[in-house]
């Protein structure tokens, strides 16, 4: 299903006195929506409404990102996420050693992680107290770190078969 995203659907923000910004009024969903609208490079984005939340994917450079809310409680979770290598890989432990060097150092609040015998970068967290900066800001780091890093991590430890 195709997530159709134009000017007339993006936020309304405006500034509090501490000229921070807030919504008005908007869902979490309607504010993902928001950045993946700001972010989508090649006019990509899908959307997909299941029992386990909705999930949303759209192209960033080189790379997807994929994007679930659970729901809108306190409770529900905000994960971002995007595959940047294919397991098996060549010389795995050096591939893991670099990955939990960068972990330390590289990845601000993202991080990589091993799913579905990929290597991926990913975020997550309850969507309590959530801004909608935050929500920016998740989003941006996920998709820049994967995309600067795919390429060089396929060259060096690309697929081991």
């Given at each position: 299903m195709s997530l159709a995203m134009t000017p007339s659907s993006l936020a309304t923000f405006a500034t509090d006195e501490n000229d921070e910004l807030f919504p008005e009024a908007l869902s979490y969903a309607e504010l993902i929506e928001t950045v993946i609208a700001s972010l989508d490079q090649s006019d990509s984005a899908m959307v997909n409404h299941a029992d386990s939340g909705t999930i949303w994917k759209f192209q960033y450079g080189t790379?997807?990102?994929l994007v679930q809310l659970t729901g809108e409680t306190d409770d529900d979770l905000l994960t971002i996420w995007s595959p940047v290598l294919m397991l098996p890989a060549k010389d795995e432990l050096g591939l893991y050693r670099k990955l939990m060097a960068m972990n330390w150092s590289g990845t601000f609040e993202t991080c990589f992680g091993?799913?579905?015998?990929q290597v991926i970068v990913l975020l997550q967290r309850t969507v309590a107290d959530l801004s909608p900066g935050e929500i920016s800001r998740a989003m941006?780091?996920?998709a820049t770190i994967a995309d600067e890093q795919d390429e060089p991590l396929q060259a060096e430890f690309g697929s081991a078969s």
């Open positions: 790379i997807e990102v091993l799913a579905d015998q941006t780091l996920v």
